[in-house]
């Protein structure tokens, strides 16, 4: 896993966001599961592009091949995490690995983060394993987990 970076996202990628987006695992969990049109894409990621004090979009590469995404919203004192690795990477680590680089990321590129909340539906077990692993406290809700992390 050395030849991994991450980068932060640009106008370029966007095709390739809505493309992951719209992955048939990625809708089922989301939980919004309707499929995503290029129209509401692209205002919503120019729109997430040009507020970086609010919303931080990075790529992660293996070997300079996009391999997932990261994405982080502030909220008040802290900020919500989303990521997705790509269909042919699942199962490897990368979930894990990605999750921390982009904790690593916002802690020194946004200041009064006091924490990092993640939800995820209940039947998405390898990303509640993630968050587990790196010691988000889990709250469970009937229709959902929520990760919590202090930063």
């Known amino acids: 896993m050395n030849n991994l970076k991450l980068r932060n996202a640009i106008f370029s990628d966007s095709k390739l966001l809505l493309d992951w987006a719209n992955d048939m695992d990625m809708r089922s969990n989301s939980f919004n599961s309707q499929k995503i049109t290029m129209e509401e894409h692209e205002k919503w990621y120019s729109k997430k592009l040009n507020d970086s004090n609010n919303a931080a979009i990075f790529i992660l590469e293996l070997s300079d091949k996009p391999i997932g995404q990261i994405r982080f919203e502030r909220n008040s004192r802290g900020c919500s995490v989303d990521y997705f690795i790509a269909q042919d990477e699942r199962g490897k680590g ?3 690995r990605i999750v921390q680089m982009g904790i690593e990321e916002i802690k020194s590129s946004w200041e009064n983060i006091d924490y990092i909340l993640a939800e995820v539906k209940k039947d998405n077990k390898p990303s509640s394993k993630v ?9 469970i809700f009937p229709d959902k987990y929520l990760y919590t992390l202090k930063v």
């Open 131 to 139: 968050f587990i692993h790196l010691n988000f406290v889990e709250t």
């Open 94 to 96: 990368y979930g894990k």
